[in-house]
C-alpha cells in the first residue's frame, strides 16, 4: 500500500466519516443490530473520525484500521498482514468495508488489489463503502489540483514540515470518477453496485466542499 492514505481532517471535513447523520445512516443500513456474532468493520485508510462517531452513540463493534500514516494508531499498516482469508480471526469476517477519501492516493493496480482483499474478507451479507470527492465537481477538480500541487513544493524542508503537520499527503493522485470505481468493483468480483449519494453530506443536505460521491457494493 502507499506510504501515507488520506489526508487528515483539514482536508476531508465533507467524507461520510466526518457527518454524524451520514455515520448513522451507513450503521443503520449496514450494521446488524441483534448479530449473531461479533460485528467487525474494516476501516481502509481511516484516520479515526469514523470510530469516534460510533463511540458518540456507544455501538459495540470492533474496528480494524489498516493505514500506513505514522500518526494514525492503525492495528496495521498494510492489508496485506491481515491474516489470510481462510484462517481465523479475520476469515470471512467483515460485516462492512470503507475507504473515504482514500482511492485517490492509489493508481489502479494497487486499489484494483486492495478492493479484492476486502472482498474476501467480508461476510456473505457485508457490504464495501467507497467515497471520494468528486474530480468532476468544480470544487472536486479544484482539491485534486491542490493536493498534487502539494507534492513538488514540500520538498523545501521548511514547507515540508509546515505541510506534513497540516496532514497534507505528497503522494502522486489519481481523481477517480464513481463509474471507474464501480468498474473495479465489478473487476474485484462485487456483484450488485450502487451510487448511493444520501450517505455523503451532500446527500443528506449538508453542503461541505468538496462533494463527495459514495458507492456501495456487496459480494
Not at 481502509?44 to 494514525?72: K, Q
Not at 470505481?181 to 453530506?201: G, K, M, N, V
Request: charged letters at 20%.
Amino acid at each position: 500500500m502507499p506510504g501515507g492514505l488520506g489526508s487528515g481532517a483539514a482536508f476531508n471535513p465533507s467524507s461520510p466519516s466526518s457527518h454524524a447523520g451520514c455515520v448513522a445512516a451507513i450503521v443503520a443500513e449496514f450494521i446488524d443490530t441483534a448479530p449473531a456474532g461479533p460485528v467487525r468493520v474494516l476501516d481502509i485508510g481511516g484516520t479515526g473520525a469514523f470510530a469516534a462517531r460510533l463511540a458518540e452513540g456507544a455501538r459495540a463493534m470492533t474496528i480494524v484500521t489498516v493505514n500506513p500514516d505514522t500518526r494514525v494508531a492503525a492495528e496495521f499498516d498494510d492489508i496485506r498482514k491481515l491474516d489470510p482469508p481462510d484462517a481465523a480471526p479475520f476469515a470471512n469476517c467483515f460485516d462492512l468495508a470503507m475507504m473515504f477519501g482514500v482511492s485517490m492516493y492509489m493508481d489502479r493496480e494497487e486499489l484494483g488489489f486492495v478492493l479484492g482483499e476486502a472482498r474476501r474478507r467480508l461476510k456473505p451479507h457485508g457490504a464495501m463503502l467507497v467515497s471520494d470527492p468528486d474530480p468532476d465537481s468544480v470544487t472536486g477538480g479544484l482539491d485534486v489540483i491542490l493536493k498534487a500541487a502539494v507534492h513538488p513544493v514540500r520538498q523545501v524542508p521548511v514547507i515540508g514540515r509546515v505541510l506534513g503537520a497540516l496532514g497534507i499527503p505528497a503522494q502522486k493522485l489519481t481523481p477517480w470518477r464513481a463509474g471507474a470505481i464501480e468498474d473495479l468493483l465489478r473487476a474485484a468480483h462485487f456483484s450488485r453496485i450502487d451510487r448511493r449519494p444520501d450517505l455523503t453530506p451532500w446527500g443528506r443536505g449538508s453542503y461541505r466542499l468538496p462533494p463527495y460521491f459514495c458507492v456501495v457494493a456487496r459480494p
